[in-house]
């Protein structure tokens, strides 16, 4: 065992005050806070909010601490085509993320429920359920695509007015343990009653009683979802639009022309684990039992880059997940580059490289945003436009948006959803092929 001494700590002290310039890095550092002494100002100046490929702005969203990332996503992506279909301009209409989020959780307490439910008996024990993961974040408010496309595919969808955000809706963490907390307890009585031998459909009855009851918990925090409302609003002409008792079904099926079923997620993960080309899905996690669970096509980066860009070009927003590093965001101008704090030099260090960050967990799918712009030079990608949903400040990006440069892309960039027609022949047979089941790992948290 190799132990430090103090006679260690006196040599460390020794080399460290021999160089001088320890002494005013020290000084600046603990002066003026870490990120102000490392910010490098050129790559600030070479960052400009300029993009030849652009989207319409929308409006802002502004999530707080409510982990609706991956609602809001989804949103900047479908919105551009129901407001089109609704005739009202882009920057009035707005969606209920509330609703998306109510049936969410009513859905993931009853996949957890199936989940134990279709457990052998054997492995109904609690050694094996936490080995399986089959409880980790099993009602947490975070999400994927694959999540808001199939509430949205069932339930429909209603404007913000009709189901507006509660006041707890604003803090993900707080509902989220509090239900979770009911449906783990619902668990413990399903896997007692599963022990003493009640059969599926016995068991299925029981946690009908659970959901009614996950139902009325729900209600009571975000508001009980509507199941009919009159849609009034005023067109881009100012004309008066009026259509009573529609269903968020009907809504959803006039008003969003888009196929979510088009769209999957592409995925740059070059992990231990992990091969290009080969499509992978995550085990258990999901909302819809079966129907939902995170699924995607592993691919080189430069493939994920040509899609977003195809797809841009079409005029629609592109949804991303990726890690919002804190090391390397300068949120006062929205810049998101992996040069804008010069670390490495000023603390003698090394970054880890993509797939040493994922490797090792220090990476992982962290926020989702969505892509409205790229600037793109003879040829080359200098930096994307990035609509975020923590809103706007003084002190934050302008206007809600990232600049995003193009070394941030391929250093942070999780995965997209794309419509399948940009990929090639190729790739649209490669999501053919048997998805590889992988266990909940860090990489995948959000």
Not at 38 to 63: A, M, W
Not at 285 to 298: C, D, H, M, V
Request: glycine share 4%.
């Amino acid at each position: 065992m190799l132990e430090l001494t103090l006679a260690d700590i006196k040599a460390f002290s020794k080399e460290y005050n021999d160089n001088p310039n320890n002494k005013i890095i020290e000084n600046a550092i603990t002066t003026n806070g870490l990120e102000n002494a490392c910010l490098d100002r050129d790559i600030v100046r070479e960052n400009q909010p300029v993009f030849n490929i652009e989207l319409s702005d929308t409006k802002r969203y502004d999530q707080k601490e409510s982990w609706k990332c991956w609602i809001y996503a989804g949103f900047n992506m479908i919105q551009y085509n129901m407001a089109e279909n609704l005739n009202m301009d882009f920057m009035n209409f707005e969606l209920s993320s509330n609703y998306i989020a109510f049936f969410d959780k009513l859905e993931k307490a009853n996949n957890v429920y199936e989940n134990i439910i279709n457990l052998s008996i054997e492995n109904t024990t609690l050694e094996y359920i936490k080995q399986e993961r089959l409880l980790k974040d099993c009602v947490t408010e975070a999400g994927f695509y694959e999540w808001f496309a199939s509430i949205i595919k069932k339930y429909g969808i209603v404007p913000y007015s009709y189901m507006p955000n509660p006041k707890e809706g604003e803090d993900g963490e707080k509902i989220s343990r509090i239900f979770r907390e009911k449906v783990k307890k619902d668990v413990i009585s399903l896997i007692e009653e599963k022990k003493q031998g009640k059969n599926e459909e016995e068991l299925r009855n029981l946690t009908k009683v659970y959901t009614k009851q996950n139902y009325i918990f729900l209600s009571k925090i975000l508001g009980e979802p509507p199941m009919t409302f009159d849609l009034e609003y005023k067109d881009k002409n100012g004309t008066y639009i009026s259509q009573k008792q529609i269903t968020p079904i009907d809504f959803k099926n006039q008003y969003l022309t888009l196929n979510l079923d088009d769209f999957v997620s592409i995925a740059n993960t070059p992990m231990y684990n992990k091969e290009y080309n080969k499509v992978y899905r995550l085990k258990h996690f999901g909302n819809i039992y079966k129907n939902s669970y995170r699924q995607f096509l592993n691919l080189p980066i430069e493939e994920l880059k040509r899609c977003a860009i195809e797809q841009l070009k079409d005029g629609m927003p592109v949804y991303i997940s990726l890690d919002i590093s804190n090391k390397y965001v300068y949120e006062k101008q929205g810049i998101l580059d992996t040069r804008i704090y010069n670390y490495e030099k000023t603390l003698d260090m090394h970054s880890l490289d993509k797939r040493e960050g994922l490797d090792l967990s220090e990476f992982h799918s962290s926020h989702s945003m969505a892509i409205t712009g790229v600037n793109i030079v003879n040829g080359h990608i200098e930096r994307w436009k990035v609509e975020d949903s923590y809103g706007a400040g003084p002190d934050e990006k302008p206007n809600g948006y990232y600049t995003m440069n193009d070394n941030y892309f391929d250093k942070f960039t999780i995965d997209i959803i794309t419509n399948k027609r940009y990929l090639t022949e190729e790739q649209r047979e490669l999501l053919n092929q048997e998805p590889i089941e992988y266990d909940m790992d860090m990489e995948d948290e959000v």
